[in-house]
């Protein structure tokens, strides 16, 4: 868990905000500029690096969804909407307010993005050696004695898998199972039987040798239809 003055500081900052300007006479569209460019931006460095605890997103929520409804930070105030609606966007009744948690995965994501693309080369081989020495960032576990970091990251691992395709050129250097390369948008993964011996086979195995083709012969050996 992040230190308890990093938690403190996140909720206070914020109720601190709210609190100077609970007595101002502030129209329904200051506050949602209020709220959208300063209030929410509080938490966006540490929901970068660190996995903010569920408890700490909803209490920071709290306090501006009291604000919004004209109970400044102080929680007076009759609530006629719950914070998760007014983050549906406008088109679907809400008002486009973030939801922390879910935004806090997403700021995580980014960081799995630039290792899993080498973005910092310094920072991708130490995490690298650390933590996935042998396999890359999809392939990533948990591993002993892991820092509250790299705990963090792997938190957006499953929505990197789910929205990352891997473009695969010749395809010398993609695992058919082990990587998201089908371009599908519900799942890049093949979800044929996964023969041991065919373990190490990559996507050039599936092709003619020597041709930029399909070797329909082989997609129809080992692929399902779903796969084909």
Same mark, same amino acid.
């Given at each position: 868990m992040p230190s308890e003055p990093i938690i403190k500081?996140?909720?206070?900052?914020?109720?601190?905000?709210?609190?100077?300007?609970?007595?101002?006479?502030?129209?329904?569209?200051?506050?949602?500029?209020?709220?959208?460019?300063a209030a929410q931006t509080v938490p966006n460095f540490w929901?970068?690096?660190?996995?903010?605890?569920?408890?700490?997103?909803?209490?920071?929520?709290?306090?501006?969804?009291?604000?919004?409804?004209?109970?400044?930070?102080?929680?007076?105030?009759?609530?006629?909407?719950?914070?998760?609606?007014?983050?549906?966007?406008?088109?679907?009744g809400g008002?486009?307010?973030?939801?922390?948690?879910?935004?806090?995965?997403?700021?995580?994501?980014?960081?799995?993005?630039?290792?899993?693309?080498n973005a910092n080369p310094l920072v991708t081989s130490l995490m690298k050696a650390r933590y996935f020495p042998h396999t890359d960032f999809l392939n990533a576990k948990l591993g002993a004695n892991p820092s509250y970091t790299w705990r963090s990251i792997l938190e957006a691992q499953d929505v990197i898998k789910q929205g990352c395709r891997k473009r695969i050129? !010749?395809?010398?250097?993609?695992?058919?199972?082990?990587?998201p390369w089908l371009p599908c948008r519900a799942n890049g993964y093949l979800t044929s039987t996964a023969y041991p011996e065919l373990k190490e086979a990559l996507v050039e195995n599936l092709m003619e040798v020597g041709k930029s083709k399909w070797d329909k012969a082989v997609l129809l050996d080992i692929l399902? !239809?779903?796969?084909?």
């Amino acid at each position: 868990m992040p230190s308890e003055p990093i938690i403190k500081f996140l909720v206070e900052r914020v109720g601190q905000k709210l609190q100077g300007w609970q007595h101002k006479s502030i129209s329904r569209g200051g506050k949602l500029v209020l709220l959208k460019t300063a209030a929410q931006t509080v938490p966006n460095f540490w929901m970068s690096l660190l996995l903010v605890p569920a408890e700490i997103c909803n209490s920071i929520q709290r306090q501006m969804n009291a604000f919004w409804w004209g109970g400044g930070g102080s929680g007076r105030g009759i609530k006629w909407l719950a914070w998760d609606r007014l983050c549906n966007a406008k088109e679907d009744g809400g008002l486009g307010f973030k939801n922390l948690k879910l935004f806090n995965i997403v700021m995580l994501a980014k960081q799995g993005w630039r290792l899993l693309n080498n973005a910092n080369p310094l920072v991708t081989s130490l995490m690298k050696a650390r933590y996935f020495p042998h396999t890359d960032f999809l392939n990533a576990k948990l591993g002993a004695n892991p820092s509250y970091t790299w705990r963090s990251i792997l938190e957006a691992q499953d929505v990197i898998k789910q929205g990352c395709r891997k473009r695969i050129g !010749d395809g010398q250097s993609t695992n058919i199972w082990e990587v998201p390369w089908l371009p599908c948008r519900a799942n890049g993964y093949l979800t044929s039987t996964a023969y041991p011996e065919l373990k190490e086979a990559l996507v050039e195995n599936l092709m003619e040798v020597g041709k930029s083709k399909w070797d329909k012969a082989v997609l129809l050996d080992i692929l399902n !239809d779903r796969d084909m």
